[in-house]
């Protein structure tokens, strides 16, 4: 048999997925009677021209040995794969230690290092400070009605870790093996079917929580052990070695000691108690660059227009953006983009400290929200604040966090601004026709009362800029909701080529380590750390 890449199937028609199989053995001119399998494996939108806007697709193709593909192979459509299916090399384990290995934080990094270890017959404990995924929803849901905000479990805390309530975007720029075991991993936990070949797939967060519930019951039915409700407070080191980690349950306030030689500091962007605790034991740290802003809101069915015309033929799914503005700011480079667009989506509330504003931007499955939101960030480096602490970052982010705190009224509330007004530095007054989603609540303001200089003047041109690219960016009535500070860790806790911290078994690991940004990314890294533990690097 031979196995076939079949590439630039160009559909102009709305089909179900099963009838991609005919139309591409027409165009190659196969009779589907020699087809003993096949797999999408690609599916992208072409909407450069908007009066011929089309699908894409690549399939894999497994055909019989007695069909001649001597003419087939010679279109450079058509790449002849390995007449084989390659199977995976398993992990060799080397590691020989009777202790388990303690992972600090059920976000993806956390989750993907607990599987692999499991899947190797690495039994570890699996330590979160909030709760079980569905228990966080209820809390989650309960600060939106509310405003009554649980530091433990929120947004940003919790199994799933913020990525559950989000768009659920698994888009990464690494060009990595492992990206192709994440995809599967989440479809085999319950991931609809397309996110392995759609171009640009998400799980969006309705599915997210029955997955990580799923991938949660498969990690203990495999030996893995979570301890929810549970703080890690400190470590016990001896001679620059790990040797336990020192908990606290926040139900019975007991404290917990995990004796352990390996553990994995998977804890996110937003764990600022521990990376006061890291700092104070001296693990080496170092501050990097991230992104702060404000998120923007604007009528979907604008965004559709703007990116598939008028009157597109096609059924297309809500439409999304990617933009970037280079420009300068006193002399120096400065940097605005959109990140974390949400078709169809809301603006969340996210904070996970009292008395701060942070926002995020969350969509569905099915993208079916009135509204397309998406942050618009400045880029933010160490010369940006004071001092020479790496934590410093860290503080800048709370400041700013509560800045909007009180600008919103100091009830969680968030400050808005109408985009003409923003542009024009003036507080709004009313709301337009894009009606904003944040709950619990909005105050109008004006966000460059709080927003640095530079950042403010850079999101204006910023914005300024987008709109030539997108008819509409800058519609007077566009809301901005301030503000959004924790796309990125503004902090790195080095590592070494085993993965290691400056502390003999510890593993920085994923999104807040400074390792990762994004699901797909974090879940790799924590597959590489799970490896290092393993033995195999």
């Given at each position: 048999?031979?196995?076939l890449?079949?590439e630039?199937?160009k559909i102009?028609?709305?089909?179900?997925?099963?009838?991609?199989?005919?139309?591409?053995c027409n165009?190659?001119n196969?009779?589907?009677?020699?087809?003993?399998?096949?797999?999408?494996?690609?599916?992208?939108?072409d909407a450069?021209d908007?009066?011929?806007?089309f699908y894409?697709?690549?399939?894999i193709?497994?055909?019989k040995?007695?069909?001649?593909?001597?003419?087939?192979?010679?279109?450079?459509?058509?790449?002849?794969?390995?007449?084989?299916?390659?199977?995976?090399?398993?992990?060799?384990?080397?590691?020989?230690s009777s202790?388990?290995p303690v992972?600090i934080?059920?976000?993806?990094?956390?989750?993907f290092?607990?599987?692999?270890?499991v899947?190797n017959?690495?039994?570890?404990i699996i330590?979160e400070q909030g709760?079980?995924v569905?228990?966080?929803?209820?809390?989650?849901?309960?600060?939106l009605e509310?405003g009554?905000l649980n530091?433990?479990?929120?947004?940003?805390?919790?199994?799933?870790?913020?990525?559950?309530?989000?768009?659920?975007?698994?888009?990464?720029n690494?060009?990595?093996?492992?990206?192709?075991?994440?995809?599967?991993?989440?479809?085999?936990?319950?991931a609809p079917?397309?996110i392995?070949?759609?171009n640009?797939?998400?799980?969006?967060?309705?599915n997210?929580?029955?997955?990580?519930?799923n991938i949660?019951?498969?990690?203990?039915e495999?030996g893995?052990?979570?301890l929810?409700?549970?703080?890690?407070?400190d470590?016990?080191i001896?001679?620059?070695q790990?040797?336990?980690v020192?908990?606290?349950?926040?139900?019975s306030?007991e404290q917990i000691?995990?004796?352990?030689?390996?553990?994995?500091?998977?804890?996110?962007?937003?764990s600022?108690?521990?990376f006061e605790t890291l700092?104070?034991?001296?693990v080496?740290?170092?501050?990097?660059?991230?992104?702060?802003?404000v998120?923007?809101?604007?009528k979907?069915?604008?965004?559709?227009?703007?990116?598939?015309g008028?009157?597109?033929?096609?059924?297309l799914p809500?439409?999304?953006y990617?933009?970037?503005?280079?420009g300068?700011?006193?002399?120096k480079?400065r940097s605005?983009?959109?990140?974390?667009?949400?078709?169809?989506?809301?603006?969340m509330a996210?904070?996970s400290?009292?008395?701060?504003i942070?926002?995020?931007?969350?969509?569905?499955?099915?993208r079916?929200?009135?509204?397309?939101?998406s942050?618009?960030?400045?880029n933010?480096?160490?010369?940006?604040?004071?001092?020479?602490?790496?934590?410093?970052?860290?503080?800048?982010?709370?400041?700013?966090?509560?800045?909007?705190?009180?600008l919103g009224g100091?009830?969680?509330n968030?400050?808005i601004?109408?985009?003409e007004?923003?542009?024009n530095?003036r507080?709004?007054t009313?709301?337009?026709?894009?009606?904003?989603?944040?709950?619990?609540?909005v105050?109008?303001?004006?966000l460059?009362?709080i927003?640095?200089?530079f950042?403010?003047e850079t999101?204006?041109?910023?914005?300024e800029?987008?709109?030539k690219?997108i008819?509409g960016?800058?519609?007077?009535?566009?809301?901005?909701t301030?503000v959004?500070t924790?796309s990125s860790?503004?902090?790195?806790?080095?590592?070494?080529?085993q993965?290691?911290?400056?502390?003999?078994?510890?593993?920085p690991c994923?999104?807040?380590?400074?390792?990762?940004g994004?699901i797909?990314?974090?879940?790799?890294?924590?597959i590489?750390?799970a490896?290092?533990?393993?033995g195999t690097?």
């Open positions: 048999m031979s196995i890449r079949l630039n199937i102009r028609k709305d089909i179900s997925d099963s009838e991609v199989l005919a139309i591409a165009i190659f196969i009779s589907e009677k020699y087809v003993i399998d096949y797999k999408i494996v690609k599916k992208s939108i450069r908007k009066n011929d806007i894409n697709y690549s399939i193709v497994t055909l040995d007695d069909f001649n593909i001597f003419k087939l192979v010679k279109n450079k459509n058509v790449v002849l794969l390995e007449k084989a299916n390659q199977v995976a090399e398993k992990v060799k384990v080397l590691r020989t202790k388990k992972i934080g059920a976000g993806p990094a956390g989750l290092c607990a599987l692999t270890l899947e017959g690495i039994k570890p330590v709760k079980k569905e228990e966080r929803k209820k809390d989650v849901d309960t600060f509310s009554q530091t433990l479990s929120n947004v940003q805390f919790g199994e799933g870790g913020a990525g559950t309530f989000s768009d659920g975007k698994l888009t990464t690494l060009h990595s093996p492992l990206c192709r075991i994440v995809i599967d991993t989440f479809v085999k936990f319950g079917e397309q392995s070949y759609i640009k797939p998400h799980i969006g967060t309705d997210l929580i029955e997955i990580v519930a949660r019951k498969h990690i203990i495999k893995g052990e979570f929810f409700n549970t703080k890690a407070e470590f016990v001896e001679n620059n790990i040797k336990a020192i908990c606290t349950s926040s139900e306030k000691k995990l004796d352990t030689d390996a553990v994995v500091l998977a804890i996110g962007h937003s600022r108690e521990m700092y104070e034991k001296e080496e740290m170092a501050r990097k660059n991230f992104s702060v802003g998120r923007i809101e604007h979907q069915e604008m965004i559709n227009k703007s990116q598939y008028e009157n597109p033929k096609l059924k809500p439409a999304e990617k933009l970037a503005y280079h300068t700011y006193n002399g480079e605005c983009y959109t990140f974390c667009m949400c078709p169809g989506g809301v603006v996210s904070s400290e009292e008395g701060t942070v926002t995020n931007g969350m969509s569905t499955f099915a079916d929200g009135g509204n397309a939101n942050a618009i960030l400045v933010i480096t160490p010369e940006d604040f004071e001092g020479d602490s790496p934590l410093a970052g860290m503080y800048f982010q709370r400041e700013l966090e509560e800045k909007a705190f009180k100091s009830n969680y968030a400050p601004q109408r985009v007004d923003f542009i530095n507080k709004s009313f709301i337009g026709e894009v009606k904003p989603t944040y709950r619990p609540g105050t109008l303001a004006n460059q009362e927003l640095p200089d950042v403010a999101l204006k041109e910023g914005i800029y987008f709109d690219k008819k960016f800058a519609n007077p009535d566009s809301i901005l301030g959004e924790r860790s503004p902090i790195t806790i080095k590592r070494n080529e993965k290691m911290a400056s502390i003999i078994g510890m593993y994923g999104e807040g380590a400074g390792y990762a994004g797909m990314s974090a879940a790799i890294d924590g590489k750390v490896n290092a533990i393993l690097i």
